[in-house]
């Protein structure tokens, strides 16, 4: 089985939707991904969660998204909101989800 995770760095839905859709693919199609919020992006779950967006629920709900960066949530501002989530904070890389992690799990890194 391949293993993906995907790290989204970007804070423009649009693209961001494209990260959904892979992941989602991927895992319909029997694979294992996950989906990493990072720098601007960690602004998203916010919207995403306003908007009410199909996609992002869909990956949600069944557990494709892993965590959030901690340290970009505080830097943003939307830490409280982003920890209200029940989403698990990436922070094992000083305050950020460290690909290494993913990497010594047999991950590809695919940095969108």
């Known amino acids: 089985m391949k293993k993906t995770a995907f790290f989204a ?4 839905e649009m693209c961001f939707v494209h990260v959904l859709l892979n992941a989602l693919d991927l895992h319909e199609k029997g ?11 960690v602004k998203l779950p916010k919207a995403l969660e ?3 967006n199909n996609l992002y ?14 340290a ?7 830490l ?4 209200s989530l029940g989403i698990p904070m990436g ?3 000083k305050g950020h ?15 969108m």
């Open 50 to 52: 306003e908007n009410k």
């Open 80 to 83: 409280e909101f982003n920890e």
């Open 91 to 93: 922070e094992d890389l």
């Open 9 to 12: 760095f970007r804070g423009q």
């Open 97 to 111: 989800p460290s690909m290494y992690r993913y990497m010594k799990e047999g991950y590809e890194i695919i940095v």
């Open 57 to 70: 629920l869909k990956a949600k709900e069944i557990g494709l998204i892993d965590s959030i960066c901690k």
């Open 31 to 41: 694979e294992e991904a996950k989906i990493i919020f990072e720098g601007e992006a």
């Open 72 to 78: 970009c949530s505080a830097k943003m501002g939307v």
